[in-house]
């Protein structure tokens, strides 16, 4: 089983992405946080194997949140998702360590196949041809 930690600031879309991702086989959400501060102390706690984290969010930008995550749970993967993507947003993504990168508006079963091939050691970059969620590149 896949445990999956949402982090974003908009309640909305962590509803969505909760009963998305709680309706595939094999990953159950594990928690939620409505911004990148809030991770460091649900994280450990939740003990996740995928983090699904906001890019742009008040507080702590998610590529910081992400690298703070990281220094401290090596065995956590994270997976910046975001409604717009930059190659500035693209490459703190990767700097901060993430396995991959999505667009919130892409196709739904993407997000699947990325959370289960990041949880299996995989990536899911933009325009990676190895990626399960190939798209354009920034």
Same mark, same amino acid.
Request: proline fraction near 9%; hydrophobic fraction near 45%.
């Given at each position: 089983?896949?445990?999956?930690?949402?982090?974003?600031?908009?309640?909305?879309?962590? /509803?969505?992405? /909760?009963?998305?991702?709680?309706?595939?086989?094999?990953?159950?959400?594990?928690?939620?946080?409505?911004?990148?501060?809030?991770?460091?102390?649900?994280?450990?706690?939740?003990?996740?194997?995928?983090?699904?984290?906001?890019?742009?969010?008040?507080?702590?930008?998610?590529?910081?949140?992400?690298?703070?995550?990281?220094?401290?749970?090596?065995?956590?993967?994270?997976?910046?998702?975001?409604?717009?993507? /930059?190659?500035?947003?693209?490459?703190?993504?990767?700097?901060?360590?993430?396995?991959?990168?999505?667009?919130?508006?892409?196709?739904?079963?993407?997000?699947?196949?990325?959370?289960?091939?990041?949880?299996?050691?995989? /990536?899911?970059?933009?325009?990676?041809?190895?990626?399960?969620?190939?798209?354009?590149?920034?």
């Amino acid at each position: 089983m896949t445990r999956v930690l949402i982090v974003d600031d908009h309640a909305f879309v962590r /509803t969505g992405l /909760t009963a998305l991702l709680n309706a595939a086989d094999g990953i159950v959400v594990v928690g939620e946080c409505a911004d990148g501060a809030e991770v460091p102390g649900v994280a450990p706690r939740v003990r996740p194997d995928v983090v699904l984290m906001d890019v742009e969010m008040p507080r702590v930008w998610g590529p910081d949140a992400a690298r703070t995550l990281l220094t401290g749970q090596s065995a956590v993967r994270v997976l910046m998702v975001s409604a717009s993507m /930059t190659p500035r947003t693209l490459s703190d993504a990767a700097a901060a360590g993430a396995s991959g990168y999505l667009l919130k508006g892409g196709d739904p079963k993407a997000l699947v196949t990325a959370v289960r091939t990041i949880a299996a050691g995989g /990536t899911a970059w933009p325009g990676d041809p190895a990626s399960p969620t190939r798209g354009p590149s920034p």
